[in-house]
C-alpha cells in the first residue's frame, strides 16, 4: 500500500477537502495511473450530497471521481495492453466479474459484480473505492483505455462518463443521418450528446432552460436550439423525432418530450434526477413511443467511443480548475453555470 493524495467529502454536508487515501501496490495485471486531468460530472456531486441514498447511497469519506486522465507510471507483470509512459482513461467502473455474459459480450455495464470507480465495495483493500479526484489510482488493465495522442487532455478526460454515456444509446438507438435527434439539457452529458449526434450526420435539436446557451448549442453541433420554458416553441416540434436524449440533472417535465416523439420513437434517459419522474401512459401508447434508461457503456464501446473521438478531434468544452475550486465548481454546476465541463488540473494538488 502506499499513500495518495486527494479531496473527500466527510459528509453529505461537507465541503471536499484535502486529505490522504491508500492505494494498492499494482498486482500482476494492474495499471498505476499518475492522474493528469479528473472532469467533474454532476454524478460526483449527486454521490457527494447523497442525492441517491434510495439507490446506491454513499459511504464517507467519499472521494469522487471518474472522468480520468492521466499517464501510466507502472505496470504489473502480466500487463500487455499499457507501458510506462502511455496515455491512459478510466471511466465509472474499474473491475467485474468477467465471466458473466454481460462481460463476455463487453457489456461489463450490465454486470452484477461489477465495482464502480468510487463508492463501491473495495475488493483489494476493504473499505470502498476511491476515484479520480486523486494524484493516482490503480486499475486492472481491463478497465483501462488508451486515450489517442492527438486530443487535448484536459477535453478527454470528460469523454470517460460524459462521452461513452451519450454515445453509447445514440449508437444502440441507430443515431445515423437522417434521424431527427433531441438533446435535452446541455450541460456536461448533453454537449457531448449534440457533438456525437452531430458527427453521426443527424438533424439536432437542442431543448435548453438557458436562453444564453443558443449561441453555444448552435456552434457545438445543433441545428436548431428551443428554449424549454417557451410553449410555442415546444409544440412545433410535436410527433417529429425519432431519439430524444434526456440528459437533465433536475426535476422536469418528461412528457413533453414523449410528445415529442414520433412513431416508434424513443427518448433514453442519461440524466438521473433526485425523484422519480411522472409518466403520462398516452403519450407512451400513441405512436407506440418508448421510454428507456442507459448507464455509461461497456470497456469495448468505450474505447470505440475514444477512437471515434480520435478520428473527428472531438473533446469536451471544458473549463480547467485547480483542485482548490471544486466546492465552487459544484456550486456553479448546480445553477447550470458550466460551459460545459470542469476538468481539475490535478497537478494543482502538488501544494496540498
Ligand atoms: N446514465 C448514466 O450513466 C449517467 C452518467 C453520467 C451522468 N449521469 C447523470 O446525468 C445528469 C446530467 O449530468 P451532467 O454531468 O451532464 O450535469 P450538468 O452538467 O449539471 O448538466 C445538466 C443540465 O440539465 C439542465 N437542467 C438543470 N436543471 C434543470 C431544471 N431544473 N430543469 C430543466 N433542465 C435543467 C441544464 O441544462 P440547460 O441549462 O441547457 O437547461 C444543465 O446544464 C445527472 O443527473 C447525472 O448524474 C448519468
Ligand atoms: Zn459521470
Ligand atoms: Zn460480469
Redesign the pocket.
Known amino acids: 500500500m502506499y499513500n495518495a493524495k486527494a479531496y473527500s467529502a466527510a459528509s453529505a454536508t461537507s465541503r471536499l477537502a484535502s486529505t490522504t487515501i491508500a492505494r494498492r501496490e499494482p498486482t500482476e495485471t494492474d495499471v498505476q495511473i499518475e492522474i493528469l486531468f479528473c472532469g467533474?460530472?454532476?454524478?460526483d456531486?449527486?454521490q457527494v450530497r447523497n442525492e441517491w441514498s434510495g439507490v446506491m447511497p454513499t459511504v464517507y469519506p467519499c472521494v469522487p471521481g471518474h472522468e480520468i486522465v492521466g499517464r501510466v507510471i507502472k505496470v504489473g507483470a502480466a500487463v500487455s495492453k499499457f507501458k510506462p509512459g502511455d496515455l491512459a482513461g478510466v471511466g465509472?467502473m474499474v473491475d467485474s466479474d468477467g465471466t458473466c455474459p454481460a462481460c463476455k459480450a463487453g457489456l461489463e455495464?450490465f454486470c452484477r459484480n461489477s465495482t464502480y470507480t468510487y463508492n463501491f465495495p473495495d475488493k483489494h483493500l476493504g473499505g470502498v473505492t476511491y476515484g479520480g479526484y486523486s494524484d493516482s489510482i490503480v486499475v486492472d488493465q481491463r478497465f483501462v483505455l488508451s486515450v489517442p495522442k492527438n486530443l487535448n487532455l484536459a477535453g478527454a478526460a470528460p469523454l470517460l462518463?460524459?462521452g461513452i454515456?451519450t454515445y453509447s444509446p445514440m449508437r444502440h438507438w441507430g443515431v445515423t443521418k437522417g434521424k431527427k435527434v433531441g438533446v435535452?439539457?446541455?450541460?456536461?452529458?448533453?454537449?457531448m450528446g449534440v457533438k456525437f449526434a452531430h458527427a453521426l450526420g443527424a438533424n439536432v435539436v437542442?431543448?435548453?432552460?438557458?436562453p444564453s446557451?443558443k449561441e453555444d448549442?448552435l456552434r457545438l453541433g445543433a441545428d436548431e436550439v428551443v428554449i424549454?420554458r417557451n410553449a410555442d416553441e415546444m409544440k412545433k416540434h410535436t410527433g417529429s423525432f425519432d431519439f430524444i436524449l434526456d440528459?437533465?440533472?433536475?426535476?422536469?417535465d418528461i412528457n413533453a418530450y414523449i410528445n415529442m416523439l414520433g412513431i416508434d420513437g424513443n427518448i433514453t434517459?442519461?440524466?438521473?434526477?433526485e425523484k422519480p419522474l411522472p409518466v403520462g401512459a398516452f403519450g407512451l401508447i400513441v405512436g407506440r413511443r418508448s421510454l428507456s434508461?442507459?448507464?455509461?457503456g461497456g470497456i469495448p464501446e468505450t474505447q470505440e467511443m475514444l477512437d471515434f473521438c480520435g478520428q473527428h478531434n472531438i473533446t469536451s468544452d471544458v473549463e480547467i480548475i485547480p483542485i482548490q475550486k471544486v466546492n465552487e465548481a459544484y456550486e456553479r454546476?448546480?445553477k447550470?453555470d458550466?460551459r460545459?465541463?470542469f476538468s481539475i488540473d490535478m497537478a494543482s494538488l502538488k501544494s496540498e
Open positions: 467533474i460530472c454532476h454524478s456531486l449527486h465509472c455495464q462518463c460524459a454515456t435535452v439539457g446541455l450541460g456536461g452529458l448533453g454537449h437542442v431543448f435548453t432552460t438557458s446557451k448549442a424549454s440528459a437533465v440533472a433536475a426535476n422536469h434517459l442519461v440524466g438521473a434526477p434508461g442507459s448507464p455509461i454546476m448546480v447550470s458550466v460545459y465541463r
